[in-house]
């Protein structure tokens, strides 16, 4: 089966959906592909580009959208469901896909209205990494992302750095340079607890670095045990004084690495089923 990954190619979500996940499926990654014709399915990876959507329905190749976070943000990010959802019926209207590649269980089952198969895919962990080595105190946390999503929780962690003789970083060059990386938004919407993707939380599975994170739904679903849990000022503060003992991270790092989403097994996954929906 010939496939086509493609997509508009300059999101972080790009790298890890397209070009890593869609080599590892043996398809021809393309960001904004011109010439589609000749393939079995076209994978969209998030947002369309240009007239992507028309020229694949005149050349007859079916279309799988990878949803991942398309929704707009940080507009989005404070939507209720009634506007989620909205909004995805009428990009699931525009596009007209021949099935849905969900970032969680539960962006899948919103999706399920729709009559289409759904996949839901969670992230693997970016390779090459390294593994965190867990030392006798901490000495520097941190966050790996858009540091704009951050909002009310960068002064409090860097207060909280401060209080305790810790250094803050953000994204820095692997998640395992970090004794703790904590996963959380300034944001409470639908999307980002129900369609936001694992993606923080594998490459801490990956390099076995203790997580703190909120409880959102691509965590919660993919979680190995070894996570704390924030969502509010005191449930930080005592996350970071769980993993201010060695003992503590030590464990967590164990149940974070047995836990690592591995590319190939996720890729077996994901060309299975697309195999399944050409029968």
């Known amino acids: ?3 086509l990954v493609t997509g508009r190619g300059t999101s972080g979500s790009w790298a890890i959906r ?15 592909a011109l010439d589609v ?20 329905r005149r050349m007859d190749v079916p279309i799988v959208w990878d949803v991942v976070d398309a929704y707009p943000q940080p507009a989005g990010n404070s939507w209720n469901q009634g506007q989620c959802m909205a909004w995805l019926a009428e990009q699931v209207a525009h596009i007209r896909p021949a099935g849905i590649v969900a970032a969680t269980r539960a962006m899948a089952d ?11 895919l969670p992230h693997h962990a970016w390779e090459g990494q390294g593994t965190c080595v867990i030392q006798r105190e901490v000495r520097v946390i941190g966050y790996q992302g858009g540091g704009q999503y951050l909002g009310r929780w960068r002064p409090f962690l860097q207060a909280q750095c401060a209080r305790r003789g810790w250094r803050w970083m953000e994204n820095p060059p692997s998640v395992a340079a970090l004794d703790i990386v904590i996963a959380v938004r300034d944001a409470d ?13 594998a490459n801490a599975q990956g390099c076995g670095t203790p997580f703190i994170g909120g409880r959102e739904a691509g965590y919660l679903e993919t979680a190995s045990g070894g996570e704390l849990w924030a969502d509010t000022d005191r449930e930080m503060v ?15 790092s164990a149940r974070l690495s047995a836990a690592k989403p591995k590319l190939p097994k996720i890729a077996q996954t994901y060309a299975d089923w697309l195999r399944g929906l050409r029968g």
Request: aromatic residues 6%; glycine residues 10%; proline residues 5%.
């Open 110 to 120: 919103d999706c399920a209205q729709f009559g289409i198969p759904v996949l839901a």
């Open 37 to 56: 014709g000749g393939y079995d399915l076209a994978v969209l990876v998030k947002r369309p580009h240009g007239d992507l959507v028309q020229r694949l």
């Open 189 to 201: 919407g639908y999307a980002p607890r129900r369609w936001k993707s694992n993606v923080k939380l």
């Open 18 to 32: 397209g070009e890593q996940l869609g080599r590892a499926i043996g398809a021809d990654v393309i960001p904004q």
């Open 1 to 3: 089966m010939k496939v």
């Open 238 to 252: 005592e996350a970071l004084d769980a993993l201010t003992s060695m003992a503590a991270r030590v464990d967590a």
